[in-house]
Each structure stands twice: as structure tokens, then as C-alpha cells.
């Protein structure tokens, strides 16, 4: 069964480094999305990308994020200068339609900064 | 605001018993979701639903547009189905619909 998969699984960083969160997304999937769950917390959605460019963020989604989808298969979740509340699980989800259709999440990054 | 509220916060179950999770919601939205996040942390989507009723195995969900509700109902439940299952709602305003907001979740544990 196609998945979507996540690298890596955890990541320990120090404050002000650069992290890059890798996601695989299903191949014929068109719509791809971040979300991150602060420990103990609910879910919150990031940001949505369609067409190599961003559809939606919400207001996480600071100059600090970015996404790209550089060679057609990887879609990248990258944070500039970590901040000790940058630590959560993130979450690549995609999705073949915008519309309709079931989300198909991987398994999580999880960031630890320290 | 937009809120998604779930009930119970917890729910402990017999193995076999009939389970049901509840999320209401204050705003007219897209579609519905409910979504079982393992212990591990993985998530994992069960349905969308935007009106009736949707049936996968023992797990069935409903919705109540007009009285902005959902339930998610276990039949026969398992140790396996010990998670946390999240209700989460796409908004009217077109996008992709996943720009989600999500319910705190509600933890089952069943015991066998």
C-alpha cells in the first residue's frame, strides 16, 4: 500500500540551527500539507502547497518556515533559527484531490530543540 | 473562533463494548474528519465525512450538519482500537481543505 514517508523520525538540534524535515509524498498525489502537534497538545495545521507554491499557511507559518518541493518527489519543511517552542512532532500529509479525498499522513518528525 | 470540541476527554472500555466518541463544532465547514493517532504518534485517516453516515468494518461515523455534530462509534471493541481518535473540520472557504482545525482528541483504552 502507498505511504507517505517522513525522515528523519527524530531530530536534536540546537537552538538557532537550521532543521530540514524531509516527506515523501504518495506519487500521484497533488496536495501536500505540515502540521505539528506540540507534546500534549492538539494538532495544528502549517501549511498547505499545490502547483510548487503555497495555497494556505495559518499563522505559525512564520518567515521563519519554509516549504519547497524541489525535484518532484521530495516536499521539505525547513526552520531557519530553531526556537525551543519549534519542538513538536511534525506531520507531511498529502492528498490526491483538493476537494474530496482521504488525507494520508506519515508517521512524524519529531524535533527536539535544545 | 472556530472550536472543535470532543467528548470524552477519555474513555475506558470492556473489550466488546459498543464505544462512542462525540465532536461537535461551531462553524459551518467543508468536511469532517476523524482520524486515529496511534501510540507511537502516527496518524491515521478513518474517514471524511461532509453529510450521513460512512461504515468501515466495525467503525462507523455520522454527521449532523444542521446540529454541527459527529460521532464516531466502535462496535465490538478491541485492545487493538486503544488510541487516540481526533475529530478535525475543514472550513467553507474553498482551498485545498487541509487547512484543518483539530480536536484535542479523545484517548480510548480498552481492556481486555
Known amino acids: 500500500e502507498p505511504e507517505v514517508t517522513q525522515t528523519p523520525s527524530h531530530q536534536v538540534t540546537q537552538m538557532g540551527q537550521e532543521v530540514i524535515l524531509r516527506c515523501v509524498p504518495i506519487?500521484?498525489?497533488?496536495?501536500f500539507y505540515w502540521y505539528r502537534q506540540i507534546l500534549g497538545q492538539k494538532v495544528e495545521f502549517l501549511v498547505s502547497f499545490y502547483n510548487n507554491e503555497i495555497s494556505e499557511k495559518s499563522e505559525i507559518f512564520d518567515d521563519q518556515f519554509s516549504v519547497e518541493r524541489p525535484d518532484g518527489s521530495n516536499f521539505t519543511l525547513k526552520i531557519r533559527s530553531t526556537k525551543l517552542e519549534d519542538s513538536a512532532m511534525y506531520f507531511c500529509a498529502s492528498k490526491v484531490r483538493g476537494d474530496t479525498g482521504e488525507l494520508f499522513f506519515g508517521e512524524g518528525s519529531r524535533l527536539t530543540v535544545l | 473562533k472556530n472550536e472543535v470540541e470532543q467528548s470524552p476527554q477519555n474513555l475506558t472500555a470492556q473489550e466488546g463494548e459498543f464505544i462512542t466518541i462525540n465532536c461537535s463544532y461551531s462553524?459551518?465547514?467543508?468536511?469532517l474528519h476523524w482520524l486515529q493517532q496511534h501510540p507511537g504518534g502516527g496518524i491515521v485517516s478513518l474517514f471524511m465525512l461532509s453529510s450521513g453516515k460512512k461504515k468501515h468494518g466495525r467503525l462507523i461515523a455520522t454527521i449532523n450538519i444542521q446540529e454541527k455534530h459527529s460521532s464516531l462509534h466502535i462496535t465490538a471493541s478491541h485492545p487493538r482500537d486503544s488510541a487516540v481518535y481526533i475529530c478535525?473540520?475543514?472550513?467553507?472557504?474553498?482551498?485545498?481543505?487541509?487547512?484543518?482545525?483539530f480536536g484535542k482528541g479523545t484517548k480510548l483504552s480498552v481492556k481486555p
Open positions: 462553524v459551518g465547514i467543508s468536511a
Open positions: 478535525a473540520v475543514s472550513l467553507w472557504e474553498g482551498g485545498s481543505q487541509g487547512n484543518l482545525i
Open positions: 506519487s500521484n498525489h497533488l496536495y
